[in-house]
């Protein structure tokens, strides 16, 4: 599918008047008629990064569902940043360089502007993708100016960034011996290889420790993972399983190698809920060896 294709098929909203936040668009919404339509509605948005790599400033569009924040740490992961690239990431950049290199005023940044020759990459969070898997028939507000938007359906915007690799997603691929509908594994033996923990404000972050960086091992396969999530956010997400990002990696003369697909490092994921390692953690803080029951 073309991007032409893609606008084809989608429908166009004019508003009355501008719009430059989610929350003014969603107000819009309530109080104009779409309140019913409201469970089947949904909006993008698209943030304008900048980092910098050997002294040159670079530019991402990272775009994500209307309610959710861009998590720079999949977001470093999964453009392959390195930690002082990842340091430098940055969003708070003023309105007339998001203009010049966006083509838009912020707030009606779009992942589909015509003229993005100096962005480097455009990348669509992992948890756009899953709402679009989820919902393929829900319509998602996409602004192409302060006043006018386009609505797209799940499946057509899934299938448009399946087929487009100008357009970077997540790379998530099930190592051998896990199912999509997740079975309960039993007496999982993990060893973490090399421990990477990040203290931080639990009550900002929802996390006390982040784990980013970790390297562990599974059934003979070592890997560095991202931050495991929480038992509960696969409850909320009614997935049947926790799983967490993790790139497969191998080690030649003490040199860490990683994994490469077709758009990048190699991805999985792997059954580790944050809770476990964390216990794990917190009362060996070593190399160790565990066995644990992980649903």
């Known amino acids: 599918m073309e991007l032409e294709q893609l606008l084809t098929q989608s429908s166009r909203k004019e508003y009355p008047y501008e ?10 919404w309530k109080s104009n008629g779409f309140k019913d339509q409201l ?27 209307g309610q959710k924040k861009i998590d720079l740490s999949e977001l470093a992961a999964e453009l392959g940043l390195s930690a002082a690239e990842a340091d430098t ?40 993708l899953e709402d679009l898997t989820e919902n393929p028939l829900k ?42 509908t ?4 039993d007496d999982l033996v ?18 006390a420790h982040l784990f980013t960086g970790t390297r562990v091992k599974y059934d003979g396969q070592e890997y560095e993972i991202k931050n495991p999530r929480h038992r509960k956010e696969g409850i909320m997400r009614r997935r049947k399983k926790i799983d967490t990002v993790a790139l497969p990696i191998s080690r030649v003369e003490g040199k860490v190698n990683y994994q490469y697909a077709e758009r990048g490092r190699k991805r999985v994921l792997l059954p580790i809920d944050y809770e476990t390692l964390e216990k794990v953690y917190l009362n060996e803080r070593d190399l160790f060896q565990i066995r644990n029951k992980i649903r």
């Open 19 to 28: 719009l430059p936040s989610c929350a003014e668009k969603l107000n819009y």
């Open 39 to 65: 469970p089947h509605l949904g909006m993008i948005k698209t943030i304008l990064f900048a980092y910098r790599r050997e002294g040159q400033e670079n530019y991402i569009l990272a775009s994500t569902l």
């Open 89 to 128: 990431l940055d969003h708070n950049i003023d309105d007339a360089t998001i203009e010049k290199v966006t083509g838009r005023k912020r707030g009606a940044v779009s992942p589909f502007a015509p003229k993005l020759d100096v962005v480097e990459t455009i990348y669509f969070s992992r948890d756009l």
């Open 139 to 180: 319509e998602y507000d996409i602004p192409l100016s302060l006043t006018t938007s386009i609505f797209v359906k799940g499946a057509d915007l899934y299938t448009f960034l399946r087929q487009n690799p100008t357009y970077k997603i997540p790379a998530f691929q099930e190592p051998a011996g896990l199912t999509e």
């Open 182 to 185: 997740g079975p309960v594994i």
């Open 190 to 207: 993990l060893e973490v290889a090399e421990w990477k923990v990040k203290e931080v404000d639990s009550s900002q972050a929802g996390y």
